[in-house]
Nanobody, 115 residues
Framework: VQLQASGGGLVQPGGSLRLSCAAS????????LDWYRQAPGKQPELIAT???????HYLDSVRGRFTISRDNAKNTVYLQMHKIVPGDTAVYYCNSPPVVLTGYWGQGTLVTVSS
């Protein structure tokens, strides 16, 4: 299994970013896919989920600002972030529930919100 997130960076409050995560080593087409984030000194938190049928779920604090989507042809999951706030500062990871159980997290991408 490989998970590689990208697209993070320094962004001003109110700005936007689009994160991508390329996945391999499991059946992407049928997988539930998640975005997590881990702020400094905190545990990872699940912020967005997309099912194999495209059904989505969001953490309350990001609902209406973030959108998760998937491209099965590219084995890639995306997180479009709008109206970014300082509390969004974190390392962002993608994962899938069976992979989480193995303890593998792959490469995250750092989002830093600062003016």
């Amino acid at each position: 299994v490989q998970l590689q997130a990208s697209g993070g960076g320094l962004v001003q409050p109110g700005g936007s970013l689009r994160l991508s995560c390329a996945a391999s080593g499991f059946d992407f087409n049928i997988a539930v896919l998640d975005w997590y984030r881990q702020a400094p000194g905190k545990q990872p938190e699940l912020i967005a989920t997309i099912g194999r049928d495209g059904t989505t779920h969001y953490l309350d604090s990001v609902r209406g600002r973030f959108t998760i989507s998937r491209d099965n042809a590219k084995n890639t999951v995306y997180l479009q972030m709008h109206k970014i706030v300082p509390g969004d500062t974190a390392v962002y990871y993608c994962n899938s529930p069976p992979v989480v159980l193995t303890g593998y997290w792959g490469q995250g991408t750092l989002v830093t919100v600062s003016s």
